[in-house]
């Protein structure tokens, strides 16, 4: 166990939908960054949150948007979604920022039909 | 963005037997990083390498960073069945890009 937690697990939309999927960093932790994780394939890295301000970012469009609150858990927005969206999201959270120090949660499978 | 082989995208092997996959990389990295992922659930970090050349042990998990920079190294000696899962390997450049490879799935047999 990581500390940090995602909700929902699992979530269905359809194709235009908006969805909202959230993170709770691990206690401590004032970083979040959000992975993008299609199937048979390994994480990509979305953007990071550090003290509530974007701290850089993947390539993704500007669909998938985020938001750090300030006891530093985090929300991942994706609008209009596509088909290629369906993936395994995860958010991890670290101290520093420091992608080697951070720790995973264990995704919302989100499936776009 | 950077792309990050792993080889072998699979791998079948007797438990007590030791394991070797390695990861490379068009571009040069300052930090890789070996992870394992379970079924439903996040990666665990296993080992971190920071220096070119650097060999770390995590128990029985040994992995290099390799001279050029562009690639790295992990084993698992005297695998056991709680090995099985898909091992990642992440290389980082600036502050906060990291990215992951394919993916090398061990399944170890009692």
């Known amino acids: 166990e990581t500390g940090v937690t995602q909700s929902p697990t699992h979530l269905i939309k359809t194709r235009g939908q908006q969805v909202t999927l959230r993170c709770s960093s691990q206690?401590?932790?004032?970083?979040v960054s959000w992975y993008q994780q299609a199937l048979g394939q390994g994480p990509q890295f979305i953007f990071q949150?550090?003290?509530?301000?974007?701290?850089g970012r993947g390539n993704f469009p500007p669909r998938f948007s985020g938001l750090q609150f300030p006891n530093y858990s985090s929300e991942l927005n994706v609008n209009a979604l596509e088909l290629d969206d369906s993936a395994l999201y995860l958010c991890a959270s670290s101290r520093t920022g420091a992608l080697d120090t951070q720790y995973f949660g264990p995704g919302t499978r989100l499936t776009v039909l | 963005g950077q792309q990050l082989n792993q080889s072998p995208q699979s791998m079948f092997i007797q438990e007590g037997e030791d394991v070797s996959m390695n990861c490379t990389s068009s571009?040069?990295?300052?930090?890789w990083l070996w992870y394992k992922q379970d079924p439903g659930e996040g990666p665990v970090l296993l080992i971190a390498?920071?220096?070119?050349?650097e060999l770390t042990s995590n128990g029985r998990l040994t992995a290099q960073f390799g001279i050029t920079r562009k690639d790295s190294f992990l084993n698992i000696s005297a695998s056991i069945p709680s090995d099985v899962g898909i091992y990642f390997c992440a290389g980082q450049t600036g502050a906060n890009n990291l990215f992951f490879g394919t993916g090398t799935r061990l399944t170890v047999i009692p």
């Open positions: 206690s401590g932790h004032n970083t």
């Open positions: 571009s040069i990295f300052n930090t």
């Open positions: 390498l920071y220096k070119a050349g």
């Open positions: 949150y550090y003290r509530e301000e974007e701290n």
